[in-house]
């Protein structure tokens, strides 16, 4: 049993280059969530797909931040002219949509350092 | 709107002794309630969660959580705390069944031996 998967696990890059990152959901999982979290902070909300449509946008999702998820299996996270601001841990989560409390399940996260 | 607060920014207990970490929860309509771990360059594991019913939840590891309505607090709590259960412990929120989650600021555990 796989869990949720994140490419890569971290990240150094310099301002005002663009970066990607990748998530894995767990199989079979139709919602995929984004989160960041900064130093000394709880997980703040980005975005979240159902199957391929994406569904809400936290208005921390800047316009130089885009998401995708093509075919409703893993998803991007494409984040462009990066600021030092935007250094952080990108966290992915996953759940199956079925009657009940859904739980969100978290792969391990991207750091991202901007320099 | 919902909001959750985590007062205490760590906890410090002796490895043996009760844990407890506090949450209290601000949210319109019936509250769905989630306690995460998050272990040192890991991403969050899930502990367990408050649907309606029980006002104490039986999770993950030895641990439980108390529900409480009128004081809007969801405490975490295990009876007697291991060293390994040093981490950082998340409460979140939400006002539905599924959607985003609204997460405290988290409450660092040092379990001493």
């Known amino acids: 049993d796989t869990g949720v998967s994140q490419n890569p696990r971290h990240k150094i890059t310099k301002r005002g280059q663009n970066v990607t990152f990748r998530c894995d959901p767990i199989?079979?999982?139709?919602?995929l969530y984004w989160y960041r979290q900064t130093l000394g902070q709880g997980p703040e909300f980005l975005t979240y797909?159902?199957?391929?449509?994406?569904?809400?946008k936290s208005r921390l999702l800047s316009d130089r931040f885009s998401a995708e998820r093509p075919k409703g299996s893993f998803s991007t996270l494409e984040i462009q002219r990066t600021e030092q601001g935007d250094s952080a841990m990108y966290l992915c989560a996953s759940s199956l949509d079925r009657t009940g409390v859904e739980t969100q399940y978290f792969g391990p996260g991207t750091r991202l350092l901007v320099l | 709107a919902q909001s959750v607060a985590q007062p205490e920014d760590q906890v410090n207990v002796a490895e043996g002794n009760p844990l407890t970490v506090k949450c209290t929860y601000s949210v319109s309509g019936n509250p769905y309630l989630f306690w995460y771990v998050q272990y040192p360059n890991r991403g969050l594991q899930f502990l367990l969660k408050y649907i309606t019913g029980d006002n104490l939840v039986k999770g993950s590891y030895g641990f439980e959580a108390e529900f409480n309505k009128s004081q809007t607090s969801f405490h975490l709590k295990k009876p007697s705390a291991l060293v390994s259960d040093s981490a950082l412990y998340f409460c979140a929120v939400r006002s539905h069944s599924w959607g985003k989650l609204q997460f405290g600021a988290g409450t660092q555990v040092v379990v001493t031996p």
């Open positions: 797909f159902q199957n391929e449509a994406q569904l809400e």
């Open positions: 199989s079979e999982h139709n919602r």
